[in-house]
């Protein structure tokens, strides 16, 4: 089993940024590939970026691109997601995800964490 806890998330005002954490209990991502999802209030969730572990590329949605930036420290073997110019629309929960590169859905799960972002 591969366990993911999310950290970073909290209250901001527009234009600000967070950093949002996911860590995990493998030793390493090496084969997996690790993304950050969000659902707002009323809507389905959404793919916000993914990254694929063995060669760090990036998968941005078109939504976040230029603002948040989805990264990896391998020592650590944890994930970021360093959100920048945030907007009220990006208010919703966010979730890390993880899943082998053999595989299609992601069934790796963290709980969680709210972020929210005040006009």
């Known amino acids: 089993q591969v366990q993911l806890v999310e950290s970073g998330g909290g209250l901001v005002q527009a234009g600000g940024s967070l950093r949002l954490t996911c860590a995990a209990s493998?030793?390493?991502?090496?084969?997996?590939?690790v993304g950050w999802f969000r659902q707002a209030p009323g809507k389905e969730r959404e793919t916000v970026a993914t990254i694929s572990w063995a060669d760090g590329t990036t998968y941005p949605a078109d939504s976040v691109k230029g603002r948040f930036t989805i990264s990896q420290d391998i020592a650590e073997n944890t994930v970021y997601l360093q959100m920048n110019n945030l907007k009220p629309e990006d208010t919703a929960v966010y979730y890390c995800?993880?899943?082998?590169?053999?595989?299609?859905?992601?069934?790796?799960w963290g709980q969680g964490i709210q972020v929210t972002v005040s006009s």
């Open positions: 995800a993880a899943r082998k590169i053999t595989n299609t859905a992601y069934n790796y």
């Open positions: 493998v030793r390493t991502f090496g084969t997996y590939v």
